[in-house]
């Protein structure tokens, strides 16, 4: 499932949580390389180097060309206790969200077969949960298929540690409704609810499990033996993995920044967005038949029409990429691709085809640093097949300095929570900074992350380095709204003034500010003693509390996004912490005394016993935690708003 751009473990959270590379700032792809290498050579040496660089234990490799498997490769070990080398054959590697674009087939072949209609309201295939009409429009299948639907991110139960936290499906997705936040195919929004919801209603409507329906209409008839939706279970149920799979999962590991360390498999509750293993040869099998029209040696998952118009945008409203039938299109060189990418919370994958020149491309490693590794490889093996400069896409068009400066500003990305406390995950990872270069040129910034990019035509834009576009939408006076990612799975909308994490700062250090100087005013007047009226010690009293109470509150925020970072994917699992409970709960508290506060201003400024100084220093105390309580309910940090 998916990563990019957050503090450390909150990165790796929520990234991979995301699950479908979110690489708005991609890293750059030198496909420049000698002819003469053949293929399995150059594989080899770009493998190689990968591997050492991120610390791969084991990648398992499928590439097609034309029609025929041109190379299967294992590299590295599915076991490294084991000693055991990874065998592409055999060994069968989570794919994370390359899922989706099996239940998105599932579906276009149910829409094939004229069961579901594109144009159809989801609601209609509905039968224990409806979907809220919170717009005028409803969410229609082909939204699910381009990752419209509006939905915000959740997070909530899609993984489980173990079979007695895990639910069904239909119990997972009635239980944990998204907030529509946009109208449907507004924007383009990665959803793994989204997925989860298509593979539901197609098990609604064939009457068939999600696991039996994908073994019977699409592992079957290619060939996929080695591929499940089904996952190791501990106990005897029907979603149990075949015991002669389980036994053949590679072994996962995660790089702790000195040793690789083994992990548990982790069970997907949302199936249909990321459950699926399988071996590279499957993979093989299952690119073959995308990239013959729907078939391979006569045996069909899609006719050839559906087939073509999985690759065909739903929405073409923009230059960059986006996604088609449930495949992220987009482009090396000149040449259309048509792709996904996966991860895990230790697995990563991508799966890339270049139909014009039937090319297909998949990679599964079963750990390392670098969720985008897969996919890096992928591009680069692609473009090395096609002879591709990726970096020479389009020539450039010369903008103003004064032009250019219309898109500067923040732009938060639209992946994220909306309604509960971990909204505030978006003030670290999803601020997108947008401003001009000295040449003419515009910089984007996400976190240490940078890129260049340069005017191609319009509101487009090209990566300096990796040649992948970004495009922007502006309003009728052409001031820019939003721009669409790099890899197309999420938009960046300008930020308001309420979502820019940067107040939240300010609030808190405004509020730490005046805390510290009630503080030394409190020290200073108990070493003078001097006598006080009752109304003038109380809102002294209460003036302290409420310092102390800032310190505690402030502390508390520190520990929470301390412990945050302290368990990395752990927080998946962990969620609400004990931090988290301790800092809402002194919030709250820190209201009441703000509201007392409030309530006293009035007599503080009629105190005879409140100098000049000290009236002017309780209003602006005052207002600095209304300003703080006004920040704080903009990031949903007001009540017990874990989700």
Known sequence: MNIKDMPLGACLFISILMTSFSNALAQPVDVKVTRSTTLEAYVDGLVSVMMEEHHIPGLTIAIVQNGEVRLLKGRGFADLEQNIAVDPNLHLFRIGSVTKTMTYTALMQLVEQGRVKLDDDVNSYLSTFQIPDTFDEPVRIRDLMAHRPGFEEVYR?????????????????????????????????????????????????????????????????????????????????????????????????????????????????????????????????YMRAHLNEGSIDGNGILGREAAQSMRARIYND????????????????????????????????????????????FISTNGGDDPFAPQNMARRIAAYLADAEESNASSVEPISNSDLEKFSGAYMTTRREYTGALKLLAAFSGISSVSVSPNNTLLVARGANSAEYVPISGDTFRNVATGETISFVSDTNGVPLRFNNEYGNSTNIRATSSENPQLLFMAMGSALLFAFTNLLSAWKRRAESKPESAW??????????????????????????????????????????????????????????????????????RARGFSLWRKAHYLLFTLALLFLFAQLNAWNLIGLKYW
């Open 157 to 285: 139960g899609l993984w489980a540690k173990s079979e007695s936290d895990y639910e069904s499906l239909e119990a997972w997705l009635k239980g944990n409704i998204p907030k529509r936040v946009f109208a449907p195919g507004e924007v383009t929004s990665y959803s793994n609810f989204g997925a989860a919801l298509a593979g539901y209603i197609v098990e609604e409507v064939s009457g068939m499990s999600f696991d039996e329906y994908l073994e019977s209409e699409i592992f079957t008839p290619l060939n996929m033996r080695s591929t499940t939706t089904r996952q190791p279970w501990n106990g005897d149920n029907a979603k149990l993995m075949a015991s002669n799979l389980r036994d053949r999962l590679a072994a996962v590991y995660t790089w702790n920044g000195s040793v690789l360390q083994p992990r548990k498999f982790e069970f997907v509750v949302g199936a249909p967005a990321g459950s699926v293993s399988s071996t590279a040869a499957d993979m093989a099998e």
């Open 536 to 605: 003038t010690s109380g809102l002294h009293r209460l003036s302290f509390v409420a310092a102390t109470g800032v310190f505690v509150v402030i502390g508390l925020f520190i520990f929470m996004l301390a412990q945050i970072t302290a368990l990395g994917n752990g927080l998946l699992f962990a969620w609400p912490l004990n931090s988290a409970t301790w800092f809402l709960t002194a919030v709250m508290a820190l209201l009441a005394l703000g509201a007392l506060m409030l309530a006293g201003l009035a007599p503080a400024v």
């Open 318 to 361: 923009r230059q960059s990429a986006d996604y088609a039938s449930g495949f992220r299109t987009g482009k090396i060189g000149q040449y259309e691709t048509f792709e996904h990418g996966g991860a895990t919370l230790t697995s990563y994958s991508s799966m890339l085809m270049v139909p014009s020149l039937e090319i297909g491309v």
